[in-house]
Each structure stands twice: as C-alpha cells, then as structure tokens.
T-cell receptor, first 117, second 111 residues
Framework: NAGVTQTPKFQVLKTGQSMTLQCAQD?????MSWYRQDPGMGLRLIHY???????DQGEVPNGYNVSRSTTEDFPLRLLSAAPSQTSVYFC????????????????FGEGSRLTVL | GEDVEQSLFLSVREGDSSVINCTYT??????LYWYKQEPGAGLQLLTY?????DMKQDQRLTVLLNKKDKHLSLRIADTQTGDSAIYFC???????????FGKGTRLSVIA
C-alpha cells in the first residue's frame, strides 16, 4: 500500500506563478484535507473534502483552490503564488463516519516543501 | 471556536519520564490524538483516546484525559534519544469533520 502520496516533494516558485500540489491516496478514504505547517504555527487547515464533488474551506483558504473529482485525488492549486505561501504542505486522509471509521485517524503524506521567491 | 493549546518546548534527560500537556476547548470532541513528527517527515499517529475513556496505556506511553478540565496528557516512560521529535495534540468530533491541531511541543532528550 502506498498510502498518501504527495508530489512534488520540493518546489521553488516565483511570485505570481501558479502551480498544483498533487495528493493521491489508495485507501478508499472519503475524507481528504490539506494543511500547511509553518514554524511556531502548528498545522493549519486549508481545505477539506468529505467525498467526491464536495469541498469546504478551512482556517486559511485564501489563495488556494481545490477540487475533488475522484475519491483518490485531491489536488491543491496555488492561483498566484506569494512569499507568504512559503511553507510545508501536508495532505491527509481518513475514513468518514459513513465508512465506519472507528478511530478517525488521519493518515499523512510526507509533505511538499514550497518556496516562493 | 475550537482551540488546542500545548507548551512549545520540553527538555528531559534520557531515562527520565516526559509529560506533554494539552488543553482543548471543544467538549464535543469524540477523539483525541497524539501525533509525532520527526525532522523532515510527515505526522504519524502515536496513540489516540476516545472521549469516554480516562486513560489509555500502550507500552511506554500513557494517555490521561480529564474531560472536566478538557486536559489531555501524554507520558513517555524511560525517554530515549529516539523520542526527540515534535508532538502534536489534536481533537476531532467525527470522521466527517476536520482534525484540529495544537502548535506542537518540541521534545529534546539529553543523553
């Protein structure tokens, strides 16, 4: 099992460029989410989804777009990169309540380190 | 709103016990978690406890939950240098709602 796979692992962008961080999971999890991790700030939720076709905003959604066309994939788009978006991004997934998830455990990818110059 | 708070740093000597504390505000949380993050890596679940439990023990780890005070603690017995990492406390209402994290406690183990 690959689990949660994020690509790319590292990326450098210039201000104003756009890009997509990819996230794929092979565990049939309906719940998927994106967090960003900054020093001293912990993990802050950007967007999440409870199933294909359903997305919702988290704590820090501005400047980011998501879509969920399949159960497996949950890409995060940066529309016009800014230096404030320099961060480590984590994708995470879990079973939903309807899937009978017992522990609610969130499974994490290894992270994508983004630098915006 | 939801908020999870924990101290940012803890330093202990190898072989001693470590206790990491966390407070949360959402009394409807069903699940409470401790995640561990090693340098340059993602987060891995260390242990969890359901809100209807008071204590959970798993080898060197003991989790205590005080629902009245909304206080969660993680005790690591016989702390080793390999335990050096950032430990995140987190809460969740259900598998359909976001998991809310604290800012993380950086545990340093001195040999």
């Amino acid at each position: 099992n690959a689990g949660v796979t994020q690509t790319p692992k590292f990326q450098v962008l210039k201000t104003g460029q756009s890009m997509t961080l990819q996230c794929a999971q092979d565990m049939n999890h309906e719940y998927m989410s994106w967090y960003r991790q900054d020093p001293g700030m912990g993990l802050r939720l950007i967007h999440y989804s409870v199933g294909a076709g359903i997305t919702d905003q988290g704590e820090v959604p501005n400047g980011y777009n998501v879509s969920r066309s399949t159960t497996e994939d949950f890409p995060l788009r940066l529309l016009s990169a800014a230096p404030s978006q320099t961060s480590v991004y984590f994708c995470a997934s879990s079973y939903t309540r309807g899937q009978g998830g017992v522990t609610g455990e969130l499974f994490f990818g290894e992270g994508s380190r983004l630098t915006v110059l | 709103g939801e908020d999870v708070e924990q101290s940012l740093f803890l330093s202990v000597r190898e072989g001693d016990s470590s206790v990491i504390n966390c407070t949360y505000t959402d009394s409807s949380s069903t699940y409470l978690y401790w995640y561990k993050q090693e340098p340059g890596a993602g987060l891995q679940l260390l242990t969890y406890i359901f809100s209807n439990m008071d204590m959970k023990q798993d080898q060197r780890l003991t989790v205590l939950l005080n629902k009245k005070d909304k206080h969660l603690s993680l005790r690591i017995a016989d702390t080793q240098t390999g335990d050096s990492a950032i430990y995140f406390c987190a809460e969740r209402f259900s598998g359909n709602t976001p998991l809310v994290f604290g800012k993380g406690t950086r545990l340093s183990v001195i040999a």
